[in-house]
């Protein structure tokens, strides 16, 4: 496991919202970011499928840590907009983001959401893009 | 309790992660769609602000009954963007929606979602826009 | 008329593409920036209704000038979202935006494009919703 | 030419905008669509580099295409949302977009933007991603 992976995984491990929903981190280079979400009865909706938030969480999240990878530790993100595919179920989601374009203090990213199913077949669910912003220096969440 | 909030919280009750979140529905009219979710540890990122996951869960639900009070009650969300701007914290998080337009069969909407301190002070922390599609005529998630 | 409107139509004037547009700024000030662009043949699409690239220009452009009015003179368009909720036609474009909050070196803005007939009826047609940067300091665009 | 790019090219040419823009279609087909703008002085901004409006417009044209190559000529774009990623100048902007998802009544497509040099060098300047919708079946600009 790269040292990259490894301070990746311990700064998902200490957001309590992601330990919640049992996030994993996979993948984190500067290539590719990659979130797994296991699919539980408690991230789903009425219909069953898994809720819109849960698939929204897991493109924003993986969506922060590829602008993380080029920008520094020290990120959030500052926006996206998702686009939901197909309703989303099987055993868990993956969310594989890439860089775009990373100037010194900004970051433009894509996220794909994936729902894998028992076989291993990925059906893609969700499509984000987003910005990813430095702390301090430009601030998108200044209090 | 008019009977479209009834329905309403009825709707959310049946989604297993609104109740992992305990999110429930203080407003559902034609003019304004109210969510709030208790803001407790779980729902933290490492910062100890609300992760942005639940932000955008509780705007992405709102936009849904927003235009699900246009459309009826058969819609999902097809697309949303949200800008973040402060982080939240506090007790509580309040995202409020308005329709913008409504056609046959989708509906524009606006959500503004706000943290609320001890005192009931709101604190604007995020935006979002987004589309709702009725089901099944413009199936976003069609299998 | 206010020295910030006076500058800011030297501003617009300054751009070659808003000229080509005949738009103009009528308002611009902390409160509300307000663009016009006159509907003529050579902005519309084969069905007779404005382009969807010209609906577009407004609103980026009024989303830039709200952030410039919070932000500076020196500031560009970072992103943005539109949804198209109408077709435009009439005899002219108005585009309002208005700040939703600005940090120190990043704004958010909303825009609601209007088409106006000839009694003057305004019809809402396009909504945005996007973020502004202040140059140099965090360089959307930065060569 | 295939009969698809040569319909293209013909609804490209009953668009006044495009035709007053000078942009050109160069590809269509299901995998891949491509527009051209050649960059004059009068598609410009105060510094010199491509307006986004025209930038925006190139996206916005081109996922329309991406859409309709996937439903069928009669669509629009219900939506979309662009970043900026660096100033565009050169020769000419290529908008290359390409479809992510079809359902039977809506699309969902990606794009980007580049700006290309004297020497044909390419340089990404935006990215967009967007809705596109089925005429008439589900209306987003329903009169």
Do not use: W
Request: with cysteine; hydrophobic share 45%; aromatic share 6%.
């Amino acid at each position: 496991m790269t040292d990259l992976l490894n301070a990746g995984k311990q700064a998902l491990a200490a957001q309590p919202f992601s330990q919640l929903l049992g996030a994993a981190l996979t993948e984190f280079s500067a290539e590719r970011v990659e979130i797994v979400v296991p699919i539980t009865q408690q991230i789903k909706q009425q219909n069953g499928f898994v809720h819109g938030g849960v698939i929204s969480y897991a493109a924003d999240n993986a969506l922060t840590f590829a602008g993380g990878a080029a920008l520094g530790a020290a990120v959030v993100t500052s926006e996206y907009k998702i686009n939901y595919l197909k309703p989303a179920f099987g055993d868990k989601l993956i969310a594989r983001a890439t860089l775009l374009h990373a100037g010194k203090n900004q970051a433009v990213c894509r996220c794909d959401v994936f729902a894998v199913g028992a076989e291993g077949e990925e059906t893609l669910c969700a499509a984000a893009q987003g910005t990813i912003v430095k702390l301090p220096d430009c601030p998108a969440r200044d209090v």
